[in-house]
């Protein structure tokens, strides 16, 4: 039986909402435990013979999710761009798996590899897609398909890889997608002309900030025009975990943070509990956080007004088609 939203009580919703006022208490593994506890959260009964592909794979909150969901009687496909850090994480998904593990090597920073993952994937009848690979970029790198790395992981790839899965009927009724976004994009107001940066005044925290909001608007636009078919989309914040992604993006941060963060496990709950929930539950185009929906904007001028984010929604997904016909000299 899989996992159901459950009333919970005015005590535990009254601390969630403390603990997410605060963020820095929220976002941490306190965050995580009081929540658990307070709310009694099980374990996901059971995700038996669900074929779900989880993307950055090899490490992190990817490979603690695809352990998680092998364990709970899923057929995992690693994606990762290591032939190495693919069979170690192989190894280790497989370890207590009822279910066979794949793996698939694809750098996602190549659209090109993207595609023919989509085609290599397009045989499968895929119940759950998890876009989670990502970095945090220390300088600017251009792939050789001209393309902004973060750019070209966060948004690009995950969009071309959706979308080939869709048109090739790959995704099966009431699969969900779910993307990784982070407290980062709660900076960043959605803005096509300066979403993909170039190397003059290049951050990697601001490329990666803007690539994650757009992600978000991509998400809502995927729910109005999929959802009706009856798939559904999904955006996970992770809180702060303590995973190589963190110690080497941003060491500075984990440094401070280092006792406070969460474990992996920890952080890749909500994306597990959402990947082995019933079908047609729960509310999806929502972002969750610790099994709650979440507010989409924290800060005053991030918001867009009604019909510009209408209009976000189509130009998000009209760019990023033509930026990967661009890339790929299809245009
Ligand atoms: N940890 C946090 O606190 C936190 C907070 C907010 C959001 N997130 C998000 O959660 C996701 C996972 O992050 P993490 O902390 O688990 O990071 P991580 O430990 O660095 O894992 C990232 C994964 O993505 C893969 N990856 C990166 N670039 C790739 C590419 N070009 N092609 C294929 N795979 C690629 C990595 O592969 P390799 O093993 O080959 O490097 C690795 O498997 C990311 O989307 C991140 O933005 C994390």
Known sequence: MATRVKPISQFANLADSILEATIVASFTSFGFRVR?????????????????????????????????LALLGARVHLVGRSETRLEFARQMVSSGATEEVTTHRCDLSSLRQTGELAQRL???????????????????????EGVETTLAVHLLSPYLLTEQLIAASALAPQARVISMTSGGMYSQRFDLTTLEMG?????????????????????????????????????????????????????????????????????????????????????????????????????????????????????????????????????
């Open 36 to 68: 658990s506890r307070l709310e009694h959260w099980r374990e996901p009964s059971d995700a038996n013979g669900r074929v779900i592909v989880v993307t950055g794979a090899t490490s992190g909150l990817g490979l603690a999710m695809a352990r998680r």
């Open 122 to 144: 397009s045989r499968e009848r895929i119940d759950v897609l998890i876009h989670n690979a990502g970095a945090l970029l220390k300088s600017f790198v251009l792939t050789d």
């Open 199 to 331: 190397p003059d005044g290049y951050r990697g925290a601001t490329a990666y900030a803007r690539a994650k909001r757009a992600q978000t608007i991509l998400n809502a636009h995927w729910q109005q025009v999929y959802g009706p078919s009856s798939l559904a989309f999904h955006l996970v914040h992770p809180g702060w975990a303590d995973t190589p992604g963190v110690s080497e993006g941003i060491p500075g941060f984990a440094k401070i943070m280092g006792p406070f963060l969460r474990s992996p496990d920890e952080g890749a709950d909500t994306a597990v509990w959402l990947a082995a929930s019933a079908p047609g539950e729960p509310t999806p185009g929502m972002l969750w956080h610790d099994r709650h929906p979440r507010k989409l904007h924290r800060l005053p001028g991030t918001r867009l007004d009604t019909q510009d984010e209408q209009r976000a929604h189509d130009d998000v997904a009209l760019w990023c088609q033509r930026r990967v016909a661009r890339a790929l000299n299809l245009d």
